[in-house]
């Protein structure tokens, strides 16, 4: 089958991210610096093309590219914001395990959307899963996607409205801190451990690391993140954690492939909003 170009670019990013979790998966991997994403995407594309002559010239036609096609794609928006640097590395990875339980669904209808949301955030009010489904239906989504659910996702994360990362910068925010607006790893360690406590140390160091990375590249503190930067960074270990119940719970609840959505699964999702808050108590309170 033949790729348009900007498929082929989307197909070339997805096999970036493909090698960052690669890489954050390498557990007792010594690095005496963990790079920036974009350090990290320029060693990925020498280690992919050999030459280092040629290097230049597919960066600055990647960067063309880019530059033409992010406007009309949202996949290529976040790797640019990501790359720069503007939105952290992190929001790449949760979206990912967004887009892992989206496509647990068929979406034959905008109607599946609420109850598979009710299942990703088992702690927000009804009457708030209800006003994101009202927002997903006007943002144009007449008809249910995989596409237009993600768009709406992504649209959230860069807006920074998504409603687990919101939540989760006020736990942070709410920590003390040596320095209003930033964390040091030790800090930022100190809350993950309460939200995630099973979040490998190695991942929560590279992430932070990375991420600080970013912040010295545009002159901000040696040694801490600010916490819009780390909420994304935490959202992604804790839905790393919760990732299989959830997975279970919209299995049990909505749509799966071929199957109609049932009703009398409400008390099912009631249930599983106790047992799931009850895994991280510190952010779902």
């Not at 939200?195 to 990375?210: D, K, N, S």
Request: aromatic share 8%.
């Amino acid at each position: 089958m033949h790729l348009t170009a900007q498929e082929e670019l989307v197909l070339l990013v997805h096999q970036f991210y493909s090698d960052v979790v690669r890489e954050d998966s390498a557990i007792g991997k010594e690095e005496e610096a963990v790079p920036s994403m974009m350090d990290h995407f320029y060693s990925w594309l020498s280690r992919r093309y050999l030459i280092p002559d040629l290097l230049p010239v597919v960066a600055y036609d990647i960067q063309s590219a880019l530059l033409h096609h992010l406007p009309s794609d949202k996949d290529l928006l976040v790797f640019a914001h990501v790359l720069c640097g503007n939105v952290d590395g992190a929001a790449v990875r949760y979206l990912w395990l967004i887009a892992d339980l989206v496509e647990l669904v068929p979406w034959k209808s905008v109607q599946e959307f609420a109850p598979w949301a009710a299942c990703l955030y088992p702690s927000l009010p009804e009457e708030d899963i209800e006003t994101m489904a009202m927002n997903f239906v006007a943002q144009g989504a007449n008809k249910a996607s995989e596409h237009s659910v993600m768009d709406f996702f992504t649209r959230m994360t860069l807006k920074h409205k998504e409603p687990q990362i919101v939540k989760v910068e006020h736990v942070l925010m709410d920590h003390p801190c040596n320095q209003p607006g930033v964390m040091t790893e030790s800090e930022f360690s100190e809350v993950v451990e309460s939200l995630a406590p099973l979040a490998p140390y190695h991942l929560t160091h590279r992430l932070f690391a990375q991420s600080l990375q970013h912040s010295r590249g545009k002159g901000g503190n040696l040694d801490a993140v600010p916490i819009k930067k780390l909420s994304y960074i935490a959202s992604y270990l804790v839905l790393q954690q919760l990732l299989p119940s959830i997975t279970k719970q919209i299995q049990k609840t909505c749509t799966l492939k071929g199957k109609v959505l049932s009703s009398s699964h409400k008390s099912d999702i009631i249930c599983s909003m106790h047992y799931i808050q009850s895994l991280v108590p510190a952010l779902m309170q």
